[in-house]
């Protein structure tokens, strides 16, 4: 089957730094996107790797490993306005389908 | 600018009355897909088109049906909404699947009375 496996909530504190784990078994694997979503509203895409090693994105980083099966979305400089739910996705390359990652909550207290 | 647009942005409807949600995009993406999600919840996928290639999720119920008369537009149709239908509907576009990622409208809020 498809899945993919990111922990349901994480808790930092402003201006720190965090890190929320995604781990992944799907077949036809193309590459891992990160989705941003805030209560009420619809998911924007943060980032997306294709190939192994780290993408950059202001104080938003994402990296894959393909061999461990394994990437991860890096949050740098908390804000208060990053408090949201953030979800890995598997691009798949047949059907164009996106798998979805249960979500992860972003609780960042002051 | 480009974009995804969802209408409406709030829908009630009744028990069993037949709804149409929408959704338009001027990204010329050649991937559409229509999600669902309820409360704290990943987005769960409906359907999706590549190009006019219609592609029905397994566990999709057959009260949920879709139309995609062009590139530009796609609706989903909700034949006999019942009170677990109540969700959020996420129209998605993509080129190809492929980065940058893909496009959501803003949703429609669907409430069933």
């Not at chain 1, 998911?43 to 990437?71: A, I, K």
């Not at chain 2, 949600?21 to 704290?40: A, E, F, I, P």
């Not at chain 2, 677990?84 to 809020?109: H, K, N, V, W």
Request: glycine share 8%; hydrophobic share 30%; proline share 4%.
């Amino acid at each position: 089957g498809q899945s993919l496996e990111q922990p349901s909530e994480v808790t930092a504190v402003e201006g720190a730094i965090v890190q929320i784990n995604c781990t992944y078994q799907t077949s036809g694997f193309y590459g891992l996107s990160w989705y941003q979503q805030h209560d009420g509203g619809a998911p924007t895409f943060l980032s997306y790797n294709g190939l192994d090693g780290l993408e950059e994105t202001g104080r938003f980083s994402s990296f894959l490993s393909r061999s461990d099966s394994y990437g991860y979305l890096l949050l740098q400089e908390l804000q208060m306005k990053d408090s949201a739910s953030y979800f890995c996705a598997d691009t798949m390359d047949s059907n164009y389908q996106l798998i979805w990652g249960a979500g992860t909550k972003l609780i960042i207290k002051p | 600018d480009a974009m995804v647009i969802q209408n409406p942005r709030y829908q009630v409807t009744q028990f069993g009355k037949p709804v149409t949600l929408s959704c338009s995009q001027t990204l010329n993406h050649n991937v559409m897909y229509w999600y669902q999600q309820k409360s704290s919840q990943a987005p769960k996928l409906l359907f999706h088109y590549y190009d006019k290639d219609f592609n029905n999720e397994a566990d999709t119920p057959d009260n949920f049906q879709s139309r995609r008369p062009n590139t530009s537009f796609c609706f989903l149709d909700i034949r006999s909404p019942g009170l677990g239908d109540a969700a959020m509907y996420l129209c998605a576009t993509s080129y190809e699947g492929l980065s940058p990622g893909a496009f959501f409208g803003q949703g429609t809020r669907l409430t069933v009375v």
